[in-house]
Each structure stands twice: as C-alpha cells, then as structure tokens.
C-alpha cells in the first residue's frame, strides 16, 4: 500500500505538528515508496491518516500541557499508518521528534536536552538500568510555577529497537530513567505484541502525563486513541464509524468546556 500525500495541507486539516514533519523528511529521503503492511488501503487524509471516509481531524482535541513529550523514533516508525506517536503530537502541544541513528544525533535534540526550562526524564523499564538511575515519580519542582516542566523522552520503536536506543545513545546516559509501573494491560489493538504490559507509545505517554499531574490530558489521550482505533479498524474492515459510540462519546465528554 503506498500512502499518498499531496504536496499541501487542505485548509481544513490540522497544522503539520513534529511527527508529521519527521515524517514528510523521512518520505523525502526514500529512494522508494513505503508499503505498510496489513493496512487501511486507498489515499489517506494528511492530517489523521486515515482515508477520507473515515477522517477524525475534526476530533482532535486541545488539551493544554505543562509536560513535554520528547519521541525518538526508530528509521520507520514515522511512516506506519499505526504509529501513536501521531497522536501524541495531537493532543500535546510540545510534543518534539526525533529520528533516531546511531552514528549522528540531531543537533536540535541535545539543544532540547540541554534547555534550563526542562527536566528530562528518560522512560525506560528500571530493571534494565542501575539502580541509581532509576525514579518512579516525577519531581514535585516540575509542576511548580517556578521549577522546570517534566519532558518524557520516549523511545518510539519495537521493544528491540527501543533496547539498542537506550544502549547506544551516550546523550541520555546522564539522565534520570523513569520506570512505570503501570497496573492495567495495554488496549493497543493495532499492532501485536506477545506481553499485555508491552504498552503502545501513547499509552505510555499518558500514563507519563497522569504521573506528572496531568490526568485530564492523560484520559483524554487515552481516549483518543479509543477513537482512532475504532476509525483505523472500521476503515480496514470498510464498516462505518460509529460517532456514537462509548470512545467517541467519552472523548467529547472530556472536551466539553469547563461550566463557568
């Protein structure tokens, strides 16, 4: 399935955000198309990437953050039409992307890393790193109004992707590693993994928000993704979204304004 983008965005889809940027950069060094595999066919909407039929721009909610999301994303991770950290540059406004090499790191990632304005936080399963490194909460100072904001720096890519990331990128060897120790199984329906507690991207970033204070921005993330995947998945079996649904209606239920 090759994914067709034209060269503009419609007036009515949303503002190209980081991941779609990395992106279009990435499609842009192709010597060849992409084909995802297993997928929605057909020509896809820029701004959400589903097909037309199915579009869910007009959903996207606006949740302000003082969290950070920070994605390094493994070589093709930006190109899956099931890639979550889409949806992470949706819902919060300083959401950064990366591609992650082994032999280059971007100049504007270690600039990033080294803003007094953040804390980094690398999220990773403390069993893996010593034990000195390791945190399971975030520093009561990142949500005052005087400390620094917390910034997630998640490793977008398969579990072994992610492991050779963590091994081989020195820049983040100085930095705190936050273990989650998440209670529920992973809803993720997209892709397969052989654990429930292997999260997908946006999972993991909510639970990081709901541990930062954030928990309307982490419900609300979690529920965007209840809605993309019942679009994805209708779409793929070319079956009508259901806009009444429980995903859609607890969406619109955390986005309704605040009663004055």
Not at 250 to 255: I, P, S, T, V
Request: charged share 20%; net charge positive.
């Amino acid at each position: 399935m090759l994914d067709t983008f034209p060269d503009t965005f419609p007036a009515a889809s949303p503002p190209p955000h980081a991941v779609s940027r990395l992106r279009a950069a990435r499609l842009a060094r192709s010597s060849k198309p992409f084909l995802a595999r297993g997928g929605i066919k057909g020509e896809r909407c820029p701004g959400c990437r589903l097909v037309p039929s199915h579009c869910m721009c007009a959903l996207r909610p606006s949740v302000p953050t003082r969290a950070g999301i920070c994605l390094l994303m493994a070589d093709i991770e930006p190109l899956k039409p099931s890639n979550t950290g889409w949806l992470i540059a949706d819902v919060v406004a300083d959401t950064f992307a990366f591609g992650w090499a082994r032999t280059e790191t971007d100049a504007a990632l270690l600039a990033l890393l080294a803003d007094p304005q953040w804390q980094p936080y690398v999220v990773f399963p403390g069993e893996f790193v010593p034990p000195e490194r390791v945190v399971h909460a975030v520093a009561q100072q990142a949500n005052s109004q005087c400390g620094k904001r917390p910034l997630f720096i998640l490793l977008d890519a398969t579990w072994a992707e992610a492991r050779k990331m963590f091994r081989k990128s020195p820049y983040l060897d100085a930095l705190p590693v936050l273990s989650l120790e998440p209670a529920q199984i992973s809803r993720y329906q997209l892709r397969r993994s052989r654990r429930d507690d292997h999260f997908c991207t946006s999972e993991v970033a909510a639970l990081c928000l709901e541990l930062s204070g954030e928990a309307h921005a982490a419900q609300t993330l979690e529920a965007y993704l209840d809605v993309y995947t019942h679009h994805y998945l209708q779409a793929k079996q070319q079956l009508p979204f259901d806009a009444n649904g429980a995903a859609h209606v607890r969406l619109r239920d955390l986005n309704l304004p605040a009663p004055t």
